[in-house]
């Protein structure tokens, strides 16, 4: 009766699968994450309110206008900051 119960052989694998399986695994959920990262990226997209032309060239003169003036004052605070060093090292 011991011999009986020996012979029956459980199709279950024991413990981790093998590496080639869970590479093969890893490789397979890495597609399914990219492709629904993208699926999801294109669903965001068609809710996004595109902004019309009138609007987008308005921001952009905004978006130019800051530049320069930000430009205007780093050159200011770059030209003090020079003439304080030039009297420092004068003094």
Do not use: H
């Amino acid at each position: 009766m011991a011999d009986e119960k020996k012979a029956v052989v459980k199709n279950e694998p024991a413990g981790k699968p093998n590496i080639f399986v869970r590479i093969g695994q890893w490789c397979v959920n890495l597609c399914k994450r990219i492709v629904k990262a993208f699926k999801d990226m294109w669903t965001e997209l068609k809710r996004v309110t595109w902004p019309t032309k009138r609007k987008l060239m308005i921001y952009s003169a905004v978006v130019l206008v800051f530049m320069l003036f930000m430009a205007v004052v780093i050159g200011l605070f770059d030209l003090g900051s020079s003439a304080l060093v030039k009297l420092i090292r004068i003094g």
